[in-house]
């Protein structure tokens, strides 16, 4: 059997599989004697030239350490500082410096000199997402000729956002040397086949194939799902905790995201304070948990999102908060699994409204948190990719304040018997569509 090689940015280390992707993909790798490559998490002057294996998982891990000038170039720099915010739409907020492509791509081809060396012919290599693109062009250099696969977690830019890459020849060049590349969503592969017409000259062959850059290339669909059944396990004995049930006996309206500007926090902020002002009957009746661990703070993007956020929350407070009730509690800090299940399980409004998202898996575990005798609502941007099969929630546009506070009303006012027959329908998809059965139809067309 040939052996599966994963290589993403950061190598799952800790004891527990520490989520949804390193479980559908734990039993991929065990059983083929497989390799997950990545980042260790260190950041070093002494980076080894050569991989380090960490013992103790069911599969071979092996890691890199990035040096000072790496992590900023490659991490903070072009991945998340030029691709990250061209990628979701917001070039404004990117930061250009020619040693950041630098960096970026020579960490690419440090990761191929390290890798190439473990390597067999047979082999299938999986790289995830958009820190990796020029991995591939640098193994084939290299003389590689397994299969390799890119899997991009997060959206497509279009035309008119990849022109705003210093390089946007280069990245369909990079894609090129992948035998498939994976999107989570039918749009994001629209904007593929787009991007590369306009800025590459690339040909389809049909929806699926690609000549781009010479090369014949396989693009496809897989939209990536959760380790639902331990989800729905977790959730379903998780404490009903008595500390979290407010004075006035309000119901919970929840968010769960990193603190990212891509997220769309502040937009929800500001449709919770005009619901709050323009329905003052649901005051005391409701409150709304807002759980954002900050990401990336050395980015100035994110310290003014962080900013912004704590600033509208404050203000929501001032302005409505009474001895008895609090109508935001903002938390920057990550909760364990368990613990985050049976808070999406007594929550009454799930909140999820990126202004862009590849998926958004906070949407899929919401709703496989949920009692279904008794389920929340999911209230769900059109932007999410989830929003493509998830359309049984209440889809809103997290730009119109109007809309989404009307959602979070419409949330409060529904019936038992309406909430049951939504969810019903939202949790076989998030059932049927699986991590596992990412990972298996991804490998499958893989080849
Ligand atoms: P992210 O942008 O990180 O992922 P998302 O899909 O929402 O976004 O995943 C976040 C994960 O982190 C969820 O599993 C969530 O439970 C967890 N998490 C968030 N806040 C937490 C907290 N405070 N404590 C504990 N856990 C927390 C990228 C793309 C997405 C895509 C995923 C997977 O941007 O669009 O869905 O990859 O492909």
Redesign the pocket.
Known sequence: MSRLIVVSNRLPLGDAPS???VVALQDALKSSGGVWVGFSGEVTPDAEPALRSHPGAAFQRLSFDLTPDEHETYYLGYSNSILWPVCHGRPSLTRILPEYLDGYDRVNARIARMLARELRPDDRIWVQDYHLFPLAAHLRALGVTARIGHFL??SFPGPGDCAALPNPGQLFDWLSHYDLIGF?AERDLGAFAESARQLAGADPADPRHFDLCGRRVRAGVFP?G?DADSFMAEAACAPDSDRMRSLTGAKMMIG???L?Y?KGIPQRFRAYQLLLDKIPDLHEKISFLQ???PTRGEVEAYQTIREETEHLAGRINGQFATLNWTPIRFIH?????PV?AGLYRQARIGLVTPLA??????AK?YVAAQDPQDPGVLILSRF??AAETMQQALVINPHDPTEMAAAMAEAMRMSKSERRDQHAALLRDVVDHDVAWWSDSYLKTLG
Do not use: Y
Not at 333 to 337: D, K, N, T, V
Not at 357 to 362: I, P, T
């Open positions: 989520g949804g992707l977690h997060i989570q990536i959760i769960v995201d990193r990212d891509s759980i954002a661990p800090r990550p909760f364990p699994r985050l998202d590849g998926m958004n898996l906070v575990e999410a990719g």
